[in-house]
Nanobody, 120 residues
Framework: QVQLVESGGGLVQAGGSLRLSCEASTSIFGMNRMGWYRQAPGKTREMVAVASEDGTTYYDFSVKGRFTISTDNAKNTVYLQMNSLKPEDTAVYFC??????????????WGQGTQVTVSS
């Protein structure tokens, strides 16, 4: 029932920053997990960052210390702040939401994705 729409992607030079937004059609209160995933051409979709209901966050090693996931429940929006971007961060970034935890990568809702391209 929930629709997710990502925005904020674009072209940026290496070392630059971007902030991705994911706006939900309904309240994100009650979601057990909000996550950001990414997929580069020819590669499998991979986890980037996840925020759990209790406030715990998880990051892939490749982005740890550079990316930050956060939520704004009043705006029904989850963000991904990306700093010190590298060319290898180039991918389509997807937002996802799960009502309850069922396993890694298992979500009830997915956004359409937003392209992030990092040039050297």
């Amino acid at each position: 029932q929930v629709q997710l729409v990502e925005s904020g992607g674009g072209l940026v030079q290496a070392g630059g920053s971007l902030r991705l937004s994911c706006e939900a059609s309904t309240s994100i209160f009650g979601m057990n997990r909000m996550g950001w995933y990414r997929q580069a051409p020819g590669k499998t979709r991979e986890m980037v960052a996840v925020a759990s209901e209790d406030g715990t966050t998880y990051y892939d090693f490749s982005v740890k210390g550079r990316f930050t996931i956060s939520t704004d429940n009043a705006k029904n929006t989850v963000y991904l702040q990306m700093n010190s971007l590298k060319p290898e961060d180039t991918a389509v970034y997807f937002c996802a939401a799960a009502r309850y935890y069922r396993g890694p990568g298992i979500y009830d809702y997915w956004g359409q994705g937003t392209q992030v391209t990092v040039s050297s």
